[in-house]
């Protein structure tokens, strides 16, 4: 592989998994809260 | 009576958050992110190619995205009820994507059945070295010339009993519901997909000639930055790529709890469908670098894509590679996972419609939906002409039927009915990336620029000479006349009446909804139910 071609699957694969990585992590930080909908009248 | 029929029509739901973010990415990862991206990308500038893809990603396939899950989300319905319950006149353009989603399930079953056939191909070579072209177009699906014969009702076993077992599969999963069905059936598929892709990414990349193709795929090429073509291909690719404006994803997002994370999710969803393209990118470059090392040429001499990649060059690699036929079964087995975890949401978004409209249970509904489609999907593509009808059909649905909708959508949500500050306030309420001027201005006006510069290049296209050379009276049935008919026959299903047992007339879950949320009642749902104890007490 030359060496732009490296750089290039470099910053794709950084940018690209990075941007997921990111993206969970940030989710992570946010938890999903306790719903605030009305209970059901009769659980079992 | 009102609070029996309450309990049993509670609207379904996905078991978490994250059974959501997986079916999306299931919808998303699909049969495009495997055979598609990695030559788009190839042919539109190699290395070059990530700046158009990562400016469409970010500026059209996000804001999309999120405005699908704002819709969805906010008027908690299918797609024909919560664009009705945006206005009444907008309904047509639910019905519209709804019946686009017919079309594709119809053929992508049958894709479905192919790579499933192949799996098994696959692990015994049954093609024999040299003959995967003939193998696959003569052999095994036995095609025929549409010119020469129209449209074929010869049935060819080998085809049709696989799609039959496709379409158990699918309708048993769809009849399970969302939670039970959709929900598990990503939470078990997703995994395992990505699992079998990472190991046949690594067999890829240690097979002779891989890094050739790998420099191939990479080496960039900056002139195309320069070609407007190459732009408008990233952000097409992009468009479809991440399933949005057909349907799905407001359907999906619909089934969310009402406090969700919406942006945050939507950025995982977009992300995780990327980083699956790239890795696609990688595997499908390396075995192409081996197969042109092989047949002592250059990458650009092997690189194809679609069903030429899948199921002529996949088997060519499988027979020469030491170990093919687990490279074979991994790439074929991910095939058949990424399209049925795609195919249930398409699915899906037709299931939710009639289950909306008429009020029916799951199973019923399901039944009601799914017998049909595959019926027809049967009757069309487990003959000799299927490829021809395939093609065409997913050729003129995905530029005139995906793309015209999205597009009209848009601008009427955008431009005609001015739902973008609703929309906007809806997902900054409970989302952690919050979303401002800058979205609005890329939905109401890049987003509709892009797709308009799109859909007129096909246009002009398909009009100045016959696709694919196939006969007119073919192309006028099933390309043009399909996709005006889907538009026709959307006019025609809005007019039809809801009945008084619709969620559209009935929806008690969406008026607590409403006023917990501080939003207007919904006039219709309301309605009905502020009416009922007048006439009671009248009597």
Same mark, same amino acid.
């Given at each position: 592989?030359?060496?732009?071609?490296?750089?290039?699957?470099?910053?794709?694969?950084?940018?690209?998994?990075?941007?997921?990585?990111?993206?969970?992590?940030?989710?992570?930080?946010?938890?999903?809260?306790?719903?605030?909908?009305?209970?059901?009248?009769?659980?079992? | 009576?009102?609070?029996?029929?309450?309990?049993?029509?509670?609207?379904?739901?996905?078991?978490?958050?994250?059974?959501?973010?997986? &079916?999306?990415?299931?919808?998303?990862?699909?049969?495009?992110?495997?055979?598609?991206?990695?030559?788009?990308?190839?042919?539109?500038? #190699?290395?070059?190619?990530?700046?158009?893809?990562?400016?469409?990603?970010?500026?059209?396939?996000?804001?999309?995205?999120?405005?699908?899950? &704002?819709? *969805?989300?906010?008027?908690?319905?299918?797609?024909?009820?919560?664009?009705?319950?945006?206005?009444?006149?907008?309904?047509?353009?639910?019905?519209?994507?709804?019946?686009?989603?017919?079309?594709?399930?119809?053929?992508?079953?049958?894709?479905?059945?192919?790579?499933?056939?192949?799996?098994?191909? &696959?692990?015994?070579?049954?093609?024999?070295?040299?003959?995967?072209?003939?193998?696959?177009?003569?052999?095994?699906?036995?095609?025929?010339?549409?010119?020469?014969?129209?449209?074929?009702?010869?049935?060819?076993?080998?085809?049709?009993?696989?799609?039959?077992?496709?379409?158990?599969?699918?309708?048993?999963?769809?009849?399970?519901?969302?939670?039970? *069905?959709?929900?598990?059936?990503?939470?078990?598929?997703?995994?395992?997909?990505?699992?079998?892709?990472?190991?046949?990414?690594?067999?890829?990349?240690?097979?002779? #000639?891989?890094?050739?193709?790998?420099?191939?795929?990479?080496?960039?090429?900056?002139?195309?930055?320069?070609?407007?073509?190459?732009?408008?291909?990233?952000?097409?690719?992009?468009?479809?790529?991440?399933?949005?404006?057909?349907?799905?994803?407001?359907?999906?997002?619909?089934?969310?709890?009402?406090?969700?994370?919406?942006?945050?999710?939507?950025?995982?969803?977009?992300?995780?469908?990327?980083?699956?393209?790239?890795?696609?990118?990688?595997?499908?470059?390396?075995?192409?670098?081996?197969?042109?090392?092989?047949?002592?040429?250059?990458?650009?001499?092997?690189?194809?894509? #679609?069903?030429?990649?899948?199921?002529?060059?996949?088997?060519?690699?499988?027979?020469?590679?030491?170990?093919?036929?687990?490279?074979?079964?991994?790439?074929?087995?991910?095939?058949?996972?990424?399209?049925?975890?795609?195919?249930?949401?398409?699915?899906?978004?037709?299931?939710?419609?009639?289950?909306?409209?008429?009020?029916?249970?799951?199973?019923?509904?399901?039944?009601?939906?799914?017998?049909?489609?595959?019926?027809?999907?049967?009757?069309?593509?487990?003959?000799?002409?299927?490829?021809?009808?395939?093609?065409?059909?997913?050729?003129?649905?995905? &530029?005139?039927?995906?793309?015209?909708?999205?597009?009209?959508?848009?601008?009427?949500?955008?431009?005609?009915?001015?739902?973008?500050?609703?929309?906007?306030?809806?997902?900054?309420?409970?989302?952690?990336?919050?979303?401002?001027?800058?979205?609005?201005?890329?939905?109401? *006006?890049?987003?509709?620029?892009?797709?308009?510069?799109?859909?007129?290049?096909?246009?002009?296209?398909?009009?100045?000479?016959?696709?694919?050379?196939?006969?007119?009276?073919?192309?006028?049935?099933?390309?043009?006349?399909?996709?005006?008919?889907?538009?026709?026959?959307?006019?025609?299903?809005?007019?039809?009446?809801?009945?008084?047992?619709?969620?559209?007339?009935?929806?008690?879950?969406?008026?607590?909804?409403?006023?917990?949320?501080?939003?207007?009642?919904?006039?219709?749902?309301?309605?009905?139910?502020?009416?009922?104890?007048?006439?009671? #007490?009248?009597?």
């Amino acid at each position: 592989m030359t060496p732009t071609a490296v750089v290039m699957l470099v910053i794709a694969i950084v940018t690209v998994w990075g941007g997921l990585v990111a993206a969970v992590v940030n989710l992570a930080r946010h938890p999903e809260t306790a719903d605030a909908e009305p209970t059901p009248p009769s659980e079992l | 009576m009102a609070t029996a029929s309450t309990q049993t029509r509670k609207r379904e739901a996905f078991g978490s958050r994250n059974v959501f973010i997986l &079916s999306a990415i299931g919808s998303a990862v699909g049969l495009g992110n495997i055979w598609r991206f990695p030559y788009v990308a190839y042919e539109g500038g #190699g290395g070059a190619f990530l700046i158009p893809y990562l400016c469409a990603l970010l500026t059209a396939g996000i804001p999309l995205l999120f405005l699908d899950y &704002s819709i *969805g989300h906010r008027f908690r319905g299918s797609a024909p009820l919560a664009f009705r319950r945006m206005h009444r006149a907008a309904e047509p353009l639910g019905w519209w994507q709804v019946l686009i989603c017919v079309v594709i399930a119809v053929y992508y079953a049958v894709i479905v059945a192919w790579a499933a056939m192949y799996t098994w191909f &696959s692990a015994q070579l049954t093609w024999g070295e040299g003959n995967e072209e003939g193998f696959f177009f003569t052999d095994f699906l036995q095609s025929a010339d549409v010119a020469e014969v129209g449209v074929s009702t010869d049935f060819v076993p080998q085809v049709g009993l696989p799609l039959l077992v496709v379409w158990l599969a699918v309708i048993v999963i769809m009849a399970l519901g969302v939670k039970r *069905g959709i929900g598990i059936a990503n939470l078990v598929l997703m995994p395992l997909l990505t699992l079998m892709f990472i190991v046949l990414v690594v067999q890829s990349l240690f097979l002779p #000639g891989a890094l050739e193709g790998l420099n191939a795929f990479f080496a960039p090429n900056w002139e195309a930055l320069a070609d407007p073509a190459v732009w408008a291909s990233a952000y097409g690719h992009i468009f479809f790529s991440l399933s949005v404006a057909f349907g799905i994803m407001v359907t999906y997002s619909s089934y969310l709890k009402r406090k969700t994370d919406l942006t945050g999710s939507g950025l995982v969803v977009a992300f995780a469908n990327s980083g699956f393209e790239v890795l696609a990118g990688i595997g499908v470059f390396a075995a192409l670098g081996f197969m042109a090392q092989v047949q002592a040429t250059d990458v650009a001499g092997v690189a194809t894509s #679609g069903i030429g990649l899948a199921f002529v060059a996949f088997p060519t690699i499988v027979s020469q590679a030491v170990g093919g036929s687990i490279i074979g079964v991994l790439f074929f087995g991910a095939l058949v996972f990424a399209g049925v975890t795609s195919m249930i949401s398409i699915l899906e978004v037709i299931v939710a419609a009639l289950q909306d409209k008429l009020g029916w249970g799951r199973v019923r509904t399901t039944l009601t939906v799914s017998v049909p489609l595959a019926v027809i999907s049967m009757a069309l593509f487990s003959t000799t002409t299927a490829l021809t009808v395939l093609d065409t059909a997913d050729a003129f649905v995905n &530029s005139f039927g995906i793309m015209a909708v999205a597009l009209v959508a848009v601008v009427v949500v955008a431009w005609l009915l001015h739902k973008l500050p609703t929309l906007q306030a809806h997902l900054n309420g409970r989302s952690s990336f919050r979303v401002g001027v800058l979205w609005k201005v890329l939905v109401a *006006g890049l987003v509709p620029l892009v797709l308009g510069y799109l859909f007129v290049t096909e246009l002009v296209a398909k009009i100045s000479e016959p696709y694919s050379g196939y006969p007119t009276w073919f192309l006028s049935i099933f390309g043009w006349g399909m996709v005006i008919g889907l538009v026709v026959l959307a006019l025609l299903l809005s007019l039809l009446p809801w009945s008084g047992r619709s969620r559209a007339k009935d929806d008690p879950e969406y008026d607590d909804f409403l006023s917990d949320e501080h939003y207007d009642p919904d006039p219709e749902t309301d309605t009905v139910r502020a009416v009922a104890p007048e006439r009671g #007490g009248a009597s």
